[in-house]
């Protein structure tokens, strides 16, 4: 993993730093370019917006890590308010919500964050939406991918998460390309080992082609979550080539990330979905945007400067 994003991704761990990022007077700015505000009137605001020429989106509230039952619960709570406000603002055909299970309290309890998300996933269901869980850490996949698997149990539209980082992920890939089932496919946005990641962005790239190609020949709906311009048209070569029918099959990209390229996705026809991630815990999500891009860190340090 290249030195910057490393030490962008170590910042995101630590505590101190968090301090100083969350309270400098420049960070609103910046954070207001990748979150789309506060409250759940701020997140039904963007999906209106979104919908206005075509787009979905899929609702993160932010949070994550949650190191005792009483935020794990807090978590759920504003989940459901969530669901509630889409449902009365008849939003749910726009939106469905993304979820984090360490929010969820995974690394405490797997069983009660399994009951939570459980929790998530009726209330998206009686509301008309889906749900899809976020995946984190290397070392949480397996109990993610656990969690998953008893959810489509009762919910079979319940989204996975991969990461083409990840060395396992095209066997990952073959299980779960099959009928109906959901699985979006980025690249991978957490610090991983070399034991378990590859290392360079090239076979990053190709991991994904592979595990692109799995999921278009198998019988599910593969979400394509990624910004890169080559990824983009190397799927549109491929969806071509499985003779893929729009509709069943999707682009995910994060909410004011590449703007453009979203509306000239969704012009063409293709189904578009945007990440669109809000609450007060952003430190995180924008943590991770920075790592993504250089440019973004520079613009970062200016605004804090600046103020
Ligand atoms: P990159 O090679 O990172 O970027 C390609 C180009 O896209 C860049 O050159 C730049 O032009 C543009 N770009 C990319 N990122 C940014 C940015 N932050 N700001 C501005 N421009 C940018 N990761 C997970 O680990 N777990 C998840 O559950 C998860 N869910 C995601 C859901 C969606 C809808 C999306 C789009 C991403 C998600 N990610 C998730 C993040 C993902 O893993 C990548 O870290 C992120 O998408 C950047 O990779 P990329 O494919 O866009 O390619």
Sequence with gaps: MEPLRSLILAAAGNDTIRRLVATAPGARSVVARFVAGETVDDALAAVTALAADGRRATLDHLGENAGDPASAESAVSAYLRLLEALRVKALTDHAEVSVKLSALGLRADEGAALDRAARICAAAH???????????????????????????????????????????????AAELAVDGSRVRLCKGAYAAPSTVAFATAGEVDLSYVRCANILLAGGGYPMFATHDPRLIEVLGERVRWYGCREGTYEYQLLFGVRPDEQRRLAAEGET????????????????????????????????????
Excluded at 126 to 133: A, M, S
Excluded at 280 to 303: I, S, V
């Design 126 to 172: 009686e509301g008309g939406t889906t749900v899809t869980i976020d995946m984190e850490e290397h070392d949480t996949v397996e109990a993610t991918l656990r969690v998953v698997r008893e959810l489509r149990r009762t919910w079979p539209s319940v989204g996975a998460v991969l990461q083409s980082y990840l060395r396992r992920t095209e066997a990952d």
């Design 272 to 307: 578009v979905r945007v990440y669109v991630p809000f609450g007060e815990q952003w430190y995180g999500y924008l943590m991770r945007r920075l790592a993504e891009r250089p440019a973004n860190t520079a613009f970062f340090l200016r605004a804090l400067a600046s103020r």
